[in-house]
């Protein structure tokens, strides 16, 4: 644990390294659940967040790169590895019982009714049947023009973001025939990394000289571009939170866009590349990116004045390498790269952060 009730001198009581690089995370009940690249799915039983443990493991065959819970099961994209479905109902006898070799890298999943969506890089989007576990089945596919590895299910319609090939929407409500709806062309974008869908909008992350792009989506025959900003950066995480939209912009740190103009923005030193944003707070990843000698780690920005966003605090020990962010009630989850997972506490009140590490 480590208690930051001065921000400016934090200092370490526990460290637990896990075998691979932290990817991505999803918490459910009293377990966080982490997709660990080569380190296959760990699971931490973080019940008393102050000494949380690894309790399970699998070793997966390919690079956990996601991961999606539902019900007493993890379907994690396993890149080579296509998607892979565990028991999870004994975290601490964690057991496969089905899987499905994509034929592309499985990059990106989202589960939706009996259906897994896989963003499968140069494979597309693919549709596993999952209405039977030990035995999960294609019913259908899409191969979208570019390399998809992003995917948000919403409704009858899957979001796809497809690298150089920008947004492709993918009519689902008969997942044995999906079939592209509408489409947005990058064009003068570079990439489209990560995709969120809020309401009748999808924001886009356009890498370096994309920026952020907002895509009406009501018609999803014809979806239209309704707002664009260029940030200085590299859009790599994007999230929005009533009217404003946060970003983590590489080397150019948090930006706070109200469309069509930037309001605020704070220089976090390091490469954001994840954020999580609850009630005024603003939880932002940010890592070396090959630069040495930076203060990086998780900043945690007070965003009540939009236009003004504040540090209230900042850890650095174990976070160097930090990959992404997730906040559920009072605790922060960080995925960091090389160096596992580590749990934190902030008390808002007390601008106080208290740091459990199970990395």
Known sequence: MVDISNPGSPHELGYCATPGD??????SGSYAYMADGGGGLRVMDIKTPTSPNEVGNYDTPGMSFDIFISGIYAYIANDKGGLRILNISDPSKLYEVGFYDTPGRADDVHVSGNYAYVADGESGLRIIDISNPSSPQEVGFYDTPGYSCGVYVSGKYAYVADYDSGLRIIDVSSPSSPHEKGYFDTQEWTVAYEVYVSENYAYVAAGRTGGLRVIDVSNPNSPQEVGFYDTPGSVRGVYVSENYVYVADGFEGLRVIDLPKEIGYFNTQGYAIDIYVSDNYAYVADNYWGRAGLEVGLRVLDVATPSSPQESAFFRETLEYASGV????????????????????????????????NN
């Open 22 to 27: 932290g990817w991505g995370i999803f918490v």
């Open 326 to 357: 997730h906040v559920s009630g009072e605790y922060i989850f960080v995925t960091n790269f090389f160096c596992g997972m580590t749990i934190l506490k902030m008390r808002p009140r007390l601008r106080q952060l208290q740091l459990t590490a």
